[in-house]
């Protein structure tokens, strides 16, 4: 020919196909830090619940009519069964606040003309932490330990009988129907204990949440007053053969939590799931084995044998002068095995680790011979 095209580029092109163009540089943002304070509004570990089981649907009420059959016969069907109300547990979730005071299961449907059944409503799941239980009038009527246990808080009601129900050779067209049945309404109580391995006791600054923090991952506040910590926090202590070991740090404990003093009662009752205990003593303070006494005392008054669970006494902020005066002293005092280490510094966290396997691979064979399903994390 005796041109030829000329394809002309004014500028860049309006879209690309390759990878790095159309790629977006995406940051990832990391969450912001909450402090202990504003982590309490989100911690909720009692709850009072309202719960609703779905209504049935109605019965259907028709007659059967098509052309060179007009006596056809009654043809409603009946209406469908409401949902149940179920809680579940789910490892997930930690506190009892994203559950809310009242639930209502789903209505069944109508039942139809030709004979056709309404459909059952489907079941509302509530998602509540592992450890949960569920109390009615005072009494616990469950106890959700396991990942993927439920219950059944309500029932929904029964679906309506439609007028085929009742077709008999005395009656050939019966009119009648009935409603759906409602569902069962209850008022529960939902109340969280933490599910853990070991469990950190000890009095205010004593050092549980620094202690936590070198063993896991957790990240508890730490500051130099009293009651830093005001919800409980669970850390994972990983092994090389893969092995989680659970220790929750309970809130900071005062002579006569048992009395509801202090936190008292509201966090004594997270200690009643752990398998082992771990008692944080502050060796800087004059005659630290005091301690020790008053928080077995505290345990026993609150729930007779709590005290006399496997256990192991921990003497905390070891670099300091006065705490290696105290330690014979303690050792002396103390029929438990007494590992001083140091939070702040790291000294002989070692003994610790190696001594909190001893106590899970105990608590391992103790279960299996008897039968029972283990804590795993």
Same mark, same amino acid.
């Given at each position: 020919s005796p041109w030829k095209p000329v394809l002309l580029q004014l500028g860049p092109p309006a879209f690309s196909t390759t990878r790095g163009r159309c790629a977006k540089d995406r940051r990832l943002r990391q969450k912001r830090a909450i402090s202990e304070r504003q982590l309490t509004r989100y911690f909720v570990d009692q709850r009072k619940v309202r719960v609703v089981g779905g209504q049935g649907g109605e019965g259907g009420?028709?007659?059967?009519s098509e052309p060179r059959k007009v006596f056809g016969g009654p043809d409603g069907g009946n209406g469908g069964d409401g949902g149940h109300v179920i809680f579940k547990a789910d490892q997930q979730m930690k506190s009892l606040s994203a559950v809310f005071p009242f639930y209502q299961g789903f209505h069944g449907e109508r039942g139809g003309s030709k004979n056709c059944y309404g459909a059952n409503g489907a079941h509302l799941y509530v998602k509540v932490p592992v450890g949960t239980l569920v109390k009615e009038d005072g009494k616990v009527v469950a106890d959700l330990t396991q990942h993927g246990e439920e219950y059944i808080a309500a029932y929904g009601g029964a679906g309506g009988k439609g007028n085929r129900?009742? $077709?008999?050779?005395?009656?050939?067209?019966?009119?009648?129907? !009935?409603? &759906?049945?409602? &569902?069962q309404q209850r008022v529960l109580h939902l109340e969280l204990k933490t599910t853990a391995h070991a469990g950190l006791v000890g009095f205010p600054n004593a050092g549980k949440s620094s202690? $936590?923090? +070198? =063993?896991?991952?957790?990240?508890? +506040?730490?500051?130099?007053?009293p009651f830093t910590t005001l919800n409980p926090h669970v &850390? =994972?202590?990983?092994?090389?053969?893969?092995?989680?070991?659970?220790? +929750?740090? =309970?809130p900071g404990l005062i002579k006569g939590a048992h009395q509801n003093r202090g936190l008292g009662m509201a966090f004594l009752k997270h200690i009643e799931r752990c398998r082992f205990l771990l008692y944080v003593l502050d060796l800087s303070v004059p005659q630290p084995w005091v301690q020790l006494q008053d928080l077995q005392c505290e345990l026993e008054a609150y729930e007779k044998g709590l005290s006399e669970r496997p256990c192991v006494v921990i003497g905390n902020k070891i670099d300091l002068a006065q705490s290696?005066?105290?330690?014979?002293?303690?050792?002396?005092?103390?029929?438990?095995?007494? =590992?001083?280490?140091?939070? $702040? !510094? &790291?000294?002989?966290l070692e003994e610790l680790l190696m001594h909190l396997r001893e106590l899970y691979d105990t608590y391992v064979k103790t279960e299996q011979s008897r039968g029972q399903s283990l804590v795993k994390w």
């Open positions: 009420h028709s007659f059967h129900f009742f $077709l008999s050779n005395e009656n050939r067209a019966p009119k009648s129907f !009935t409603p &759906g049945e409602p &569902g202690l $936590l923090r +070198a =063993i896991s991952r957790a990240k508890p +506040a730490v500051a130099a007053y &850390g =994972i202590v990983h092994y090389q053969d893969y092995e989680q070991v659970a220790v +929750a740090d =309970i290696r005066i105290n330690l014979p002293l303690l050792r002396e005092r103390v029929a438990a095995r007494v =590992i001083a280490l140091s939070a $702040l !510094t &790291g000294d002989n």
